[in-house]
Nanobody, 119 residues
Framework: QVQLVESGGGLVQPGGSLRLSCAAS????????MSWYRQAPVKERELVAT????????NYADSVKGRFTISRDNAKFTVYLQMNSLKPEDTARYYC????????????WGQGTQVTVSS
């Protein structure tokens, strides 16, 4: 049974930090690129950051460059998103996504974790 379980969300003040985690199980974690997406109310889901299977390539949305850092620990089957200098516009539900390196039709979503940035 495939599972992607996000954690670490919550309420934080502007300028604060949060670290999201996504624990994976039920598939070969090391064969998948991992991404974080987010979706705010009445907005489309957007890609935040992606890290390839070995961590050799990382990409970020322009809106989070320099503030967010994606990383993964293949030994722990976990991907992280360190979020610094948070802004109110970062408020969204954050989703973990896994996509197979070679078979793009093999992908999985987590249930998401809510991040709210507010004073």
């Amino acid at each position: 049974q495939v599972q992607l379980v996000e954690s670490g969300g919550g309420l934080v003040q502007p300028g604060g930090s949060l670290r999201l985690s996504c624990a994976a199980s039920g598939f070969v974690f090391g064969s998948y690129s991992m991404s974080w997406y987010r979706q705010a109310p009445v907005k489309e889901r957007e890609l935040v950051a992606t890290i390839t299977s070995a961590g050799s390539t990382i990409n970020y949305a322009d809106s989070v460059k320099g503030r967010f850092t994606i990383s993964r620990d293949n030994a722990k089957f976990t991907v992280y998103l360190q979020m610094n200098s948070l802004k109110p516009e970062d408020t969204a539900r954050y989703y973990c996504h896994a996509r197979h390196t070679y078979y793009s039709n093999l992908y999985y979503w987590g249930q998401g974790t809510q991040v709210t940035v507010s004073s």
